[in-house]
């Protein structure tokens, strides 16, 4: 636990602040209120000159060594306060990064930036008027992003807006998320409503019937709205782990109860775990137009798939893959994660080399992630991962090798105690991008959740602003409750789409 005296006094949002900006330098750090023994000091001051120029600087001590650091910038003029403390965070941020950097001699590529969709603010300046010159050159310098990441949104953007000319127009239709919570077995990384399936006590049926429900019931308020849909995503969970009868029964009623289902621009189902993919399933899926699927290796190394709990092997994948792409799926996405138990550059390089006799038409990298919940953080200690180090090498590899093999990059994430602070990312073979994952990315429509543990964002089309809303996660407490689920949901629905007109 590194210990981190700042001079001045701050409020517990600056406090956070400054808490992301240290854990990506130690693994953790803590702001204490007194300068002690071990802690690194940081001093701080901020001065604004007559000409409204804010300037503020740092300086961090540590033995006998001073780092130094200061920014300067106009003070926004005619702003609100929220929007000048936003700036002031920002320079002070900025800062605080420098002397970070300076001191542990590391280079944060994404600067400032601590939260998960920086691709947001690439957009937010391209709608202030900016060109792509401008934005890079106000990510570098705002925000101390590294000019390779600048360009790496830039190209996403341009893809984005391929793939989806009306993205920023979205915003009067909505898309559908489904989540179904059940796997075969729980991966040793996983946080999603994910619950073994056995088909004891009746439980997935009762699942079922209130997924049919709420399908039915959003279904209806739509269809009366005439609401037109954009996308559907069946998640989970792996949706492929219900029986083939249940699945086709499920899309039927999503074909019965949805409006304009022939306009859906996509419908993707996550058949993420191959020892779930069946022919019988994939006949459905073909039945109801399911355009989309992913079926997710993770790895192409045995050891490693048994040590992360996904009790199936390298070759069920390679031939569930085959199975499907042979049956007629013709738009397959596939999931590799960096930073695996036990894995470094051989390891990826041979996941790399199998996933190019498949060539899917995306390929999303991860990177793996310590999220609080899962069994992988818990026991933290049985784990053995890459260092930062291996991981940035990884990335770079993956990096290479989309390009060799004419994919583009066209989502990114980036999530907390992510392995060497990088990211994760969508590559697609040109106009095969998931224009849902672009949606829920760039946040620019409400998207309904249905089922377990769907988190539901209700967009106000005129200010933008987002409410979430979250269905439970446990199929238990769902079975029980998702009546009054469905009532919540379309109060928000009433709420943000007031004027539209319903037909009889
Ligand atoms: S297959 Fe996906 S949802 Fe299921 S347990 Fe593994 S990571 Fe979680």
């Known amino acids: 636990m590194q210990k981190i005296y700042i001079t001045g006094h701050y409020e517990q949002d600056w406090i956070r602040m400054f808490t992301h900006l240290a854990n990506l330098f130690f693994e953790q750090s803590k702001l204490v209120s007194e300068d002690q023994e071990d802690t690194l000091t940081v001093k701080m001051d901020v001065k604004k000159d007559s000409g409204n120029v804010l300037s503020v600087h740092a300086q961090l001590l540590h033995a006998d060594n001073i780092y130094h650091s200061s920014f300067s910038e106009h003070e926004m003029a005619d702003s609100s306060e929220k929007e000048k403390s936003r700036q002031l965070k920002r320079i002070y941020s900025h800062v605080f990064l420098d002397v970070l950097e300076q001191f542990t001699h590391t280079n944060q590529s994404w600067g400032i930036l601590t939260g998960i969709r920086p691709m947001k603010l690439y957009h937010k300046y391209r709608q202030l008027g900016h060109d792509s010159e401008g934005i890079t050159k106000l990510l570098m310098k705002k925000h101390r992003i590294s000019k390779e990441k600048a360009n790496l949104l830039g190209t996403i953007e341009q893809v984005q807006l391929q793939a989806i000319p009306d993205l920023h127009n979205l915003q009067d239709e909505v898309s559908i998320y489904i989540g179904i919570p059940f796997c075969p077995t729980k991966c040793a990384y996983c946080t ?11 439980r997935v049926e009762s699942f079922l019937d209130g997924l049919h429900e709420e399908i039915k ?14 996308t559907i995503y069946f998640g989970g969970g792996t949706p492929t782990s219900i029986e083939a009868e249940e699945m086709d029964a499920l899309y039927k009623t999503m074909y019965e109860s949805f409006p304009h289902m022939k306009e859906v621009r996509e419908v993707t189902v996550e058949a993420g775990r191959p020892d779930t993919i069946t022919p019988e399933k994939i006949e459905v899926l073909k039945k109801w137009n399911i355009d989309r699927i992913s079926v997710n290796p993770q790895s192409y190394t045995d050891e490693t798939l048994k040590a992360i709990g996904r009790h199936h092997s390298v070759q069920e994948t390679i031939d569930k893959f085959w199975l499907s792409r ?5 738009n397959i996405n596939m999931d590799l994660i960096i ?34 919940a899962s069994e992988m953080t818990r026991n933290k200690d049985k784990y053995k991962v890459a260092d930062r180090e291996i991981a940035e090498q990884m990335m770079h590899l993956g990096e290479c090798w989309t390009k060799e093999n004419g994919y583009l990059p066209y989502y990114l994430y980036r999530q907390k105690n992510i392995l060497g602070n990088l990211e994760n990312v969508g590559y697609a073979k040109p106009g095969e991008e998931s224009i849902y994952n672009i949606i829920i990315m760039e946040e620019v429509q409400t998207i309904i959740g249905i089922g377990c543990g769907a988190s539901s964002k209700f967009m106000d089309p005129v200010t933008g602003k987002i409410t979430q809303f979250q269905n439970p996660k446990d199929p238990a407490a769902y079975i029980l409750t998702f009546q009054d689920y469905i009532d919540k949901k379309i109060e928000h629905l009433e709420r943000i789409f007031p004027d539209t007109i319903v037909v009889d």
């Open 326 to 330: 042979n049956m007629g799926m013709k």
């Open 192 to 202: 999603f409503p994910a619950y073994a399936i056995h088909r004891k006590n009746g």
């Open 339 to 372: 930073g695996l138990p036990n894995e470094g550059m051989e390891e990826f390089q041979h996941s790399l080399d199998e996933t190019e006799k498949m060539q899917p038409e995306s390929l999303t990298i991860h990177t793996l992630s310590f999220k609080t």
């Open 217 to 230: 019931e959003i279904g209806a308020w739509l269809k009366k709205r005439n609401k037109k849909i954009t």
